[in-house]
C-alpha cells in the first residue's frame, strides 16, 4: 500500500496564479482532510469530507476550495494564490469506526507564493 | 474542544524513559486525548489515544490522570529516532477537527 500520497511535492507561484493539489489514498478511508502547516506551529484544518461528494469547512478555509469526486482522491485547490498562503500542506484520511478517529497523514507539499 | 498545554521542549538521554506531560484542565466527559509526532518536516504519525483508562501499544503508553486533567506520554526506551515534535490533542470522539498546537519538542540525545 502506498498509503497517502500527495502531488506535487514542491510548487513555487506568483500571486494571483491558481493551482490543484491532489491527495490520494488507497486504504479505503471514508474521511480525508487538508491541513496548512506553518513555520514553527501546528497543523490547522482547512477542509474536510466525510465521503465521496461531500466537503465541510475546518478552521481556516478562507482561500480554498475542495472536492471529493472520487472516494481516493481529494483536491485542494487555490484559485487566487496570496503570498500568506505560503505553506507546507498535508493531506490526511481516516476510517468511521465510531470511537476510532486515527488520521493518516501524507509527505506534504511545500507551497511558495511569492 | 478542551485546549491542551504542553511544555515546548524536552530533552532525554537516548533509552531511557521520556516522558511528555500534558494538561487539559477543561476536557469534557466525552473527549478523548490524542497523541501525534512529526518527524522532522514528515506528515504527523498517530501514537496512542484514550478516554480515561491508561493504554499501552507498541510505540507508547498513555497515562491519565484519574480526574482527565492531565496526561503523560510515555516513550518507554527512547531512540534517537523518537526525536519529533510530540502533539497532545483533546476532543470529542465523533469531531473530525483536529486541532493541533505547537506541541513538545523531544530531542533524544546518545
Known amino acids: 500500500n502506498a498509503g497517502v500520497t500527495q502531488t506535487p511535492k514542491f510548487r513555487v507561484l506568483k500571486t494571483g496564479q491558481s493551482m490543484t493539489l491532489l491527495c490520494a489514498q488507497d486504504m479505503n478511508h471514508e474521511y480525508m482532510y487538508w491541513y496548512r502547516q506553518d513555520p514553527g506551529m501546528g497543523l490547522r484544518l482547512i477542509h474536510y469530507?466525510?465521503?465521496?461528494?461531500?466537503?465541510a469547512k475546518g478552521e481556516v478555509p478562507d482561500g480554498y476550495n475542495v472536492s471529493r469526486l472520487k472516494k481516493q482522491n481529494f483536491l485542494l485547490g487555490l484559485e487566487s494564490a496570496a503570498p500568506s498562503q505560503t505553506s507546507v500542506y498535508f493531506c490526511?484520511?481516516?476510517?468511521?469506526?465510531?470511537?476510532?478517529?486515527?488520521?493518516?497523514f501524507g509527505p506534504g507539499t511545500r507551497l511558495t507564493v511569492t | 474542544d478542551a485546549k491542551t498545554t504542553q511544555p515546548p521542549s524536552m530533552d532525554c538521554a537516548e533509552g531511557r524513559a521520556a516522558n511528555l506531560p500534558c494538561n487539559h484542565s477543561?476536557?469534557?466527559?466525552?473527549?478523548?486525548v490524542y497523541w501525534y509526532r512529526q518527524i522532522h518536516s514528515q506528515g504527523p504519525q498517530y501514537i496512542i489515544h484514550g478516554l480515561k483508562n491508561n493504554e499501552t501499544n507498541e510505540m507508547a503508553s498513555l497515562i491519565i490522570t484519574e480526574d482527565r486533567k492531565s496526561s503523560t506520554l510515555i516513550l518507554p526506551h527512547a531512540t534517537l529516532r523518537d526525536t519529533a515534535v510530540y502533539y497532545c490533542i483533546v476532543r470529542p470522539y465523533n469531531n473530525n477537527d483536529m486541532r493541533f498546537g505547537a506541541g513538545t519538542r523531544l530531542t533524544v540525545k546518545p
Open positions: 469530507s466525510v465521503g465521496e461528494g461531500t466537503t
Open positions: 490526511a484520511s481516516s476510517y468511521n469506526r465510531g470511537y476510532s478517529y486515527e488520521q493518516y
Open positions: 477543561t476536557i469534557s466527559g466525552n473527549e478523548y
